[in-house]
């Protein structure tokens, strides 16, 4: 199975924390829009209590998720029109 979408999601969420970790990101909005766990956590808890590298796990870890999920779902599309 290919794993073209868990490393470019995985990648492209390293880069999103470290743009925000480097302090680019002034009033945390690229943050925001790109990390799943923003979208989430705020029901639950405010997000300025959370540790900030503990959000950047969690993003990077969503992303990968959110990858291998694509990942598995096109092996399974592939391998579904492969036999017919």
Same mark, same amino acid.
């Given at each position: 199975?290919?794993?073209? @979408?868990? %490393?470019?999601? !995985?990648?492209?969420?390293? &880069?999103?924390?470290? *743009?925000? &970790?480097?302090?680019?990101?002034?009033?945390?909005?690229?943050?925001? =829009?790109?990390?799943?766990?923003?979208?989430? =956590?705020? %029901? @639950?808890?405010?997000?300025?209590?959370?540790? &900030?590298?503990?959000? *950047? @796990?969690?993003?990077?870890?969503?992303? @990968?998720?959110?990858?291998?999920?694509?990942? *598995?779902? &096109?092996?399974?599309?592939?391998?579904?029109? !492969?036999?017919?």
């Amino acid at each position: 199975m290919s794993r073209k @979408f868990t %490393v470019l999601l !995985t990648i492209f969420s390293i &880069a999103l924390c470290l *743009y925000h &970790a480097m302090g680019l990101d002034h009033d945390h909005i690229v943050l925001y =829009l790109f990390s799943i766990p923003a979208w989430i =956590l705020p %029901v @639950f808890v405010d997000l300025e209590q959370i540790n &900030a590298y503990f959000f *950047y @796990f969690l993003t990077i870890a969503s992303w @990968f998720g959110v990858g291998w999920g694509l990942d *598995y779902l &096109a092996a399974k599309y592939r391998n579904r029109s !492969t036999t017919r």
